[in-house]
């Protein structure tokens, strides 16, 4: 059996991938992973999130679908397109858990301030 | 259907790759020979193909936009059109979906900023991504 290496991950596509690995097995829309990235010291835009999401999706570290239902607070005559919900692939785990083990190999004076 | 559409993909990769080869020898070209007019040309010659490029490549993905009601505040052929000339259908989507949430879709306004300011940032990042897949610097 050979091992492929795992795909490098950018810094906004660990953090998504980090956000939804968080979420599983729930799947999250681009604007709740905006909104809870807003906590942290990274930031997710709302205008380069779906352009990520695609480019991740593409790579094959997240798959997506589209919601079957409105959300709760949806009344009728409201304007609705399904949401697109995303979920972390094991490819997106593997290339997550690579990243968090490279992180940790760095020596510890080179990360405290 | 999915493998066709992958070799398409490639072969307009190609074609991207000479036009981008032809606009940097166009531009220094003139530069060179000191003409403004000539480089200013050359390069508003690459956005119309790049423009137009994307919009054909995208047509298909697209096509359910037009079933679709425009929502508040929102000039939905317009912003479809600008999705195409992005090749984001993910984008068209995401936006749009986020106007089902109160805070975003609650008034025309709110919609309108939300669109505007999600637009310049995605802009800039596609181009990034596209000049990086042109000089395979994203392997």
Same mark, same amino acid.
């Given at each position: 059996?050979? $091992?492929?290496?795992?795909?490098?991950?950018?810094?906004?596509?660990?953090?998504?991938?980090?956000?939804?690995?968080?979420?599983a097995?729930?799947p999250?829309?681009? +604007?709740? +992973?905006?909104?809870?990235?807003?906590?942290?010291?990274?930031?997710?835009?709302?205008?380069?999130?779906?352009?990520?999401?695609?480019?991740? %999706?593409?790579?094959?570290?997240?798959?997506?679908?589209? %919601?079957?239902?409105?959300?709760?607070?949806?009344? %009728?005559g $409201?304007?609705?397109?399904?949401?697109?919900?995303?979920?972390?692939?094991?490819?997106?785990?593997?290339?997550?858990?690579?990243? %968090?083990?490279?992180?940790?190999?760095?020596?510890?004076?080179?990360?405290?301030? | 259907?999915?493998?066709?559409? *992958?070799?398409?993909?490639?072969?307009?990769?190609?074609l991207?790759?000479?036009?981008?080869?032809?606009?940097?020898? &166009?531009?220094?070209?003139?530069?060179?020979?000191?003409?403004? /007019? &000539?480089?200013?040309?050359?390069?508003? /010659?690459?956005?119309?193909?790049?423009?137009?490029?994307? #919009?054909? /490549?995208?047509?298909?993905?697209?096509?359910?936009?037009?079933?679709?009601p425009?929502? !508040?505040?929102?000039?939905?052929?317009?912003?479809?059109?600008?999705?195409q000339?992005?090749?984001?259908?993910?984008?068209?989507?995401?936006?749009? &979906?986020?106007?089902?949430? !109160?805070?975003?879709? &609650?008034?025309?306004? /709110?919609? #309108? #900023?939300?669109?505007?300011?999600? *637009?310049? !940032?995605? *802009?800039?990042?596609?181009?990034?991504?596209?000049?990086?897949?042109?000089?395979?610097?994203?392997?």
């Amino acid at each position: 059996m050979t $091992d492929t290496p795992a795909t490098k991950l950018s810094l906004t596509e660990a953090l998504i991938a980090h956000l939804l690995r968080e979420s599983a097995p729930a799947p999250l829309f681009g +604007l709740e +992973l905006v909104r809870r990235s807003s906590s942290g010291d990274l930031k997710l835009k709302k205008g380069t999130i779906y352009v990520t999401l695609e480019r991740m %999706e593409k790579k094959g570290l997240v798959t997506s679908e589209l %919601e079957t239902s409105p959300p709760p607070h949806f009344k %009728e005559g $409201d304007f609705y397109i399904p949401r697109r919900m995303y979920r972390l692939t094991p490819a997106g785990e593997q290339a997550l858990i690579a990243l %968090e083990q490279a992180v940790a190999r760095i020596p510890g004076f080179l990360v405290r301030s | 259907m999915e493998q066709a559409h *992958l070799s398409a993909e490639s072969a307009l990769d190609h074609l991207d790759r000479g036009v981008v080869l032809f606009t940097l020898g &166009g531009v220094v070209f003139n530069a060179t020979e000191a003409s403004l /007019a &000539g480089v200013l040309l050359t390069a508003l /010659a690459t956005l119309l193909y790049a423009v137009t490029r994307n #919009r054909i /490549a995208n047509l298909e993905d697209f096509e359910f936009a037009e079933s679709l009601p425009s929502p !508040p505040g929102i000039d939905l052929g317009r912003f479809t059109l600008i999705c195409q000339w992005l090749g984001s259908r993910q984008l068209f989507e995401g936006l749009l &979906g986020d106007l089902v949430d !109160p805070e975003i879709g &609650g008034s025309a306004e /709110a919609a #309108r #900023r939300h669109i505007r300011a999600a *637009l310049w !940032p995605a *802009l800039w990042a596609r181009l990034r991504e596209k000049i990086q897949a042109l000089f395979w610097m994203d392997r």
